[in-house]
């Protein structure tokens, strides 16, 4: 045990600056090009449909599971009060999912710690797979766990950093889209079962209010996330 400890809080040498500029940019171009985010959107849907989870979870409401769909959209699943606050922390937990995820990933990654982070995104991944109720769920989740696995099994712990640069930041950047596409598609039609309707439902405040809410949160993590990484703001550059 006290080896894999060991292993687990094992502080990494950061990348060089020109890899996380380089790890950044292909997030940016991955969230912007269409069919990139087509690609890659379901692993944004898995951190949010993961979002609601925990927080039903945390809240003590019943989960009664989790799907997620080839069309990279997902629900979960859960018994309970219909409202109060347990039911308002579920529905708004999602959208800023990803970004909480990305903003803790950086909080890792910026202090060297890559394999806890890594082993902690294993380990949620393993977690939320027992929650699976549909087929293309499962695949989905063991294709995630098993590249993650594989990359960092066969890549030595210097591609490891420069990985788990790129992947924060698209989640720190992805964490933002959706948000936008929600927003988007509310003014062109009504989207009576998204999060942000729902919260309406619960509260007196408009879906309007809780997308400026969530992008508030998403950018927030967006800013803070990119100073963590950055090499300015590591002691060396200083």
Known sequence: MSEVWRA?????????GWAVLLSALVAVAVVTWPTSWQLSRGLVTIAHEGGHALMALLTRRKLQGIRLHSDTSGVTLTRGRPTGPGM??????????????GLGGALLVSAGHVTALITIVLGLLLCMLLLIRNLFGVVSLLATGGAIFALTWYFPPAVDAVLAQLAVWFLLFGGVRPILELRRKRRHSRTPDSDADQLARLTVLPAGFWIFLFLLVAVVCLAFGAWLLSPLSSPSSS
């Open 8 to 16: 687990l809080t094992r502080v990494q040498t950061e990348p060089p």
């Open 88 to 101: 308002i922390l579920t529905a708004a937990a999602g959208y800023v999912a990803p970004s909480l995820l």
